[in-house]
Every structure is written in C-alpha cells, then in structure tokens.
C-alpha cells in the first residue's frame, strides 16, 4: 500500500525493505543462540501475528509456535493497565525454550504481567523478542533480549499496529499524523 493513498500517516518510519533486512538479522541471532534446543515462539494476539510469521520464516531451526491473547483496560473502578489473558495458550510450556514475542514493548506493565505469568509455568527458558521498543515510555524495567528497531513516543502503526483496528495490513511501518479525524484519519 502506497503512504500517498493512506489518509492519517504523516511519514514512513521504516520501510518493507528495512523490516525484512532487520527481521532475517534478528532471526540469525536467535537461530544461534537457540541452535540445538527445541525453540516455541509465542505471539501475543492481534498485532505480533505479522511479526512472529516474518520472523518464524527466517529462524534456521525448527520451531513450535502458539498464541495467546490479552485484555487490558483502565476505568474509575480498576487500576490504570490492568491486564488479563483473554485466550490462553494451547499447548504447556513446561521444561521448553520459550520465545515470546511482542509486536511492541511500551510501558513495560504487559510484558512483566506476561513474563510474570509465563515464568510461573516452568519453561527451561524465557526470553522476548519485540519487533519495536519505545523505551522512551518505559516505566516498568523488562528484559527484552531481541529487538528489532527502537522507536520515539509517537503513535504507530503498520506491519500488524494499528489504530482502532485499521492499518495492520501496511507493510511498512508509519507514523501517524497527530491530529486525529474520523475512523481513518
């Protein structure tokens, strides 16, 4: 999809071609450390679906893959950033090298939630891997230990972010104009 045609987007921040260059060195640096091991990806639900599918096809070691999905929401009754899992793996982690990825890592509350919950089901290991990083945003310290691109606080979408559902689709990604005007920008 043209940016020209996408109402909203105010530049490309990486393109298609810097995604997959980015994604096949990542994926050398996890087939390596992983090399030998029986390796699970788990995707977190919607947006790391294009992620871990790009990632998977570049990893040169046979690998597992599972989702999980999660809920998170705020109002006058809860706590702000109150997580959930809302559709839980399908198969156990126990006594597996697990790989958990983020399409990407912000405040750094999901992931601890997550890690925190992964942790508890005795993997052999457990690391992340997120396809972008905000650490500009981070108030919660987290370890990721494969990142692709680190990012500024400014609003994303592309590559499966999106916006109210829209955008996921983009091949690249983008930065959103900030002044916001209907459905679709």
Same mark, same amino acid.
Request: net charge neutral; hydrophobic share 40%; charged share 25%.
């Given at each position: 999809?043209?940016?020209?045609?996408?109402?909203? *987007?105010?530049?490309?921040?990486?393109?298609?071609?810097?995604?997959? @260059?980015?994604?096949?060195?990542?994926?050398?640096?996890?087939?390596?450390?992983?090399?030998?091991?029986?390796?699970?990806? +788990?995707?977190?639900?919607?947006?790391?679906?294009?992620?871990?599918?790009?990632? &998977?096809? =570049? *990893?040169?070691?046979?690998?597992? *893959?599972?989702?999980?999905?999660?809920?998170?929401?705020? !109002?006058? !009754?809860? !706590?702000?950033? /109150?997580?959930?899992?809302?559709?839980?793996?399908?198969?156990?982690?126990?006594?597996?090298?697990?790989?958990?990825? =983020? @399409? +990407?890592?912000?405040?750094?509350?999901?992931?601890?939630?997550?890690?925190?919950?992964? &942790?508890?089901? !005795?993997?052999?290991?457990?690391?992340?891997?997120?396809?972008?990083?905000?650490?500009?945003?981070?108030?919660?310290?987290?370890?990721? =230990?494969?990142?692709?691109?680190? +990012?500024?606080?400014?609003? /994303? /979408?592309?590559?499966?972010?999106?916006?109210?559902?829209?955008?996921?689709?983009?091949?690249? /990604?983008?930065?959103?104009?900030?002044?916001?005007?209907?459905?679709?920008?």
């Amino acid at each position: 999809m043209s940016q020209a045609l996408i109402p909203g *987007i105010e530049r490309v921040l990486f393109t298609q071609e810097q995604i997959s @260059d980015r994604i096949r060195e990542v994926a050398k640096e996890i087939t390596e450390k992983y090399r030998g091991k029986n390796l699970k990806l +788990i995707g977190v639900l919607k947006g790391s679906v294009f992620f871990l599918t790009a990632l &998977a096809r =570049e *990893i040169e070691i046979p690998v597992k *893959i599972d989702f999980l999905a999660i809920s998170s929401f705020s !109002s006058k !009754s809860t !706590s702000p950033g /109150v997580v959930r899992i809302a559709k839980d793996l399908d198969d156990q982690i126990e006594g597996e090298d697990v790989l958990l990825v =983020e @399409d +990407i890592v912000d405040t750094g509350f999901t992931l601890r939630y997550l890690l925190r919950t992964l &942790a508890s089901r !005795s993997p052999n290991s457990l690391a992340v891997c997120t396809f972008l990083d905000r650490t500009p945003r981070r108030i919660v310290q987290v370890p990721v =230990e494969f990142r692709c691109f680190e +990012i500024p606080d400014r609003f /994303v /979408v592309g590559f499966g972010l999106d916006y109210n559902q829209y955008y996921r689709n983009l091949n690249y /990604v983008a930065v959103m104009k900030p002044e916001k005007s209907g459905p679709l920008l």
